[in-house]
């Protein structure tokens, strides 16, 4: 998942972004609400985290404009512990969920995963795919009730080809959706978490299928336990 950032104070951006990269989220950080408003305009996210005391324009106007643009991102504003109108307006103007500072950052990751889940369609919290298990809450993932290794990447990949199953996802959205400004990553690079995921999952008869040229579509479970039947059986 893609999350943007707004907050001026680095000393908390930069804690923040180390916290919620190491649980596999994709982070870019804006430090003033212009660079926001813009970053918004121009680009997909799947949540912001908006300081609503942004200089150069108020969190409240980005959000706002946001919402103007008829924009459904979730919106996780953080406030002085003491600004209860700021949080009733942020709210007013559609905010999801709010926090005020000094918080404690495992709340803040469960209100992330939360509006995530929000954001996405709701839903159960465990996906179900055949033998393959995902638990969006613990991130992690189970083949025939096997856990299995996954680095934050391959994790990020399986969320979105979990949540577009029977459809082809390009190399160009798992790049938008896997990995921020600034960080250069290949289509080749994409192949390779996708073989090593590949290889992970298709042992319980989960087939992330290639469209040469065009991307990759992880099958709808019949489809791929069908195919599996129909392969020939290898000579010994």
């Given amino acids: ?57 108020s969190g409240l106007e980005v959000l ?11 919106v996780l504003i953080l406030t002085a ?18 926090m005020a500072k000094p918080f404690a950052l495992s709340e803040l990751e469960a209100r992330v995963r939360a509006l995530t889940r929000r954001g996405a369609g709701g839903g159960p919290t465990v996906i179900r795919h055949g033998p393959l298990v995902y638990d969006q ?12 290794d996954l680095s934050a990447r391959e994790l990020g990949l399986l969320e979105i080809l979990l949540a577009r199953t029977g459809r082809l996802v390009s190399k160009e959205q798992l790049v938008d959706h896997l990995c921020e400004w600034g960080e250069e990553v290949s289509n080749n690079a ?8 590949r290889k992970k999952i298709e042992l319980g008869g989960v087939r992330i299928a290639t469209v040469r040229g065009l991307g990759y579509c992880l099958e709808k479970f019949s489809d791929a336990a069908r195919a599996g039947a129909d392969a020939p059986a290898e000579s010994k």
């Fill in 190 to 197: 994409i192949e390779v978490y996708v073989h090593r995921l």
């Fill in 64 to 74: 706002r404009r946001l919402r103007a643009r008829a924009s459904l991102l979730p």
């Fill in 1 to 57: 998942m893609r999350i943007l950032l707004a907050e001026d104070d680095s000393v908390l951006a930069d804690g923040l972004t180390r916290s919620l990269r190491q649980s596999g989220y994709a982070i870019d950080c804006v430090r003033n609400g212009q660079e926001a408003d813009t970053a918004l305009s121009t680009q997909e996210f799947d949540l912001l985290i908006l300081d609503l005391g942004l200089p150069k324009m």
């Fill in 81 to 98: 512990a003491d600004s209860i109108e700021q949080r009733v307006n942020g709210l007013d103007l559609g905010a999801d969920d709010y």
């Fill in 137 to 148: 809450v613990g991130r992690s993932a189970y083949v025939n009730d096997q856990m299995l």
